[in-house]
């Protein structure tokens, strides 16, 4: 099993639409969590952190489940500009590594 | 602040030839990163410092990959001989030592082994 999965995609959402993607990993020893945005030939980004309580930017909404292991992105009220590759990174404390799954799709049609 | 600084943002090289990019950091950041993205993927971690130091080279395929960062500041990464599957962008990221989570990229070496 990859340390990190995700759904490669392409997600292609509708402007305005609520589109959500998660992340799965491997090693229960994972500290903490993030979710980097990658512009087409640009170099990634980071979006948020993934807090255990959740946390809430804007339009972004980031999630913790521990016990099954996933981090979950939702976008509300997409945008064209939200068209991107969302990189889901795994930090591990133990190693004092960073690991990034491959990423996951987006694409907003007009 | 100045970001994290690479070169030649493009190379276009011939199998079996050699090539070497150079990554500078932000002043500060003593974690520097080599990572290794192929088109449609993820970056692939190669190479981790910790100021002059190696932490973590074990997916560096060393019988053609070289890193050194030998003032624990600027980093340069070499392939020799370079093979087509090596065509991808490699990545300088580098990392405050209070922030675990947050790496700061450079826009990337693009190569093009032909």
């Known amino acids: 099993r990859k340390e990190v999965e995700q759904d490669p995609g392409p997600f292609n959402v509708p402007e305005g639409a609520t589109v959500a993607f998660n992340c799965t990993y491997s090693?229960?020893?994972?500290?903490?969590f993030f979710w980097y945005r990658q512009d087409c030939r640009k170099e990634p980004k980071l979006l948020m952190s993934?807090?255990?309580s959740g946390n809430e930017d804007g339009r972004f909404t980031a999630q913790l489940n521990r016990a099954s292991q996933y981090i979950s992105l939702l976008i509300r009220d997409s945008k064209l500009s939200d068209s991107a590759t969302y990189l889901c990174a795994v930090y591990l404390n133990r190693d004092d590594k960073i690991i990034f799954g491959k990423g996951t799709r987006l694409h907003i049609l007009p | 602040e100045a970001g994290v600084a690479q070169s030649p943002r493009y190379k276009i090289i011939e199998k079996r030839q050699s090539v070497a990019f150079w990554c500078n950091p932000i002043s500060g950041h003593a974690t520097l990163y080599w990572y290794q993205q192929i088109l449609g993927q993820g970056p692939k971690l190669l190479i981790q410092?910790?100021?002059?130091?190696?932490?973590?080279d074990s997916q560096l395929p060393k019988d053609r990959f070289s890193a050194e960062r030998l003032k624990g500041v600027d980093s340069t990464l070499k392939i020799q001989p370079a093979k087509l599957e090596d065509s991808a962008v490699y990545l300088c990221?580098?990392?405050?030592?209070?922030?675990?989570?947050?790496?700061?990229f450079g826009e990337g070496s693009r190569l093009t082994v032909l």
């Open positions: 993934v807090y255990s």
């Open positions: 090693n229960s020893a994972s500290q903490s």
């Open positions: 990221a580098s990392r405050h030592p209070e922030y675990t989570g947050e790496l700061f």
């Open positions: 410092f910790q100021n002059n130091g190696v932490v973590d």
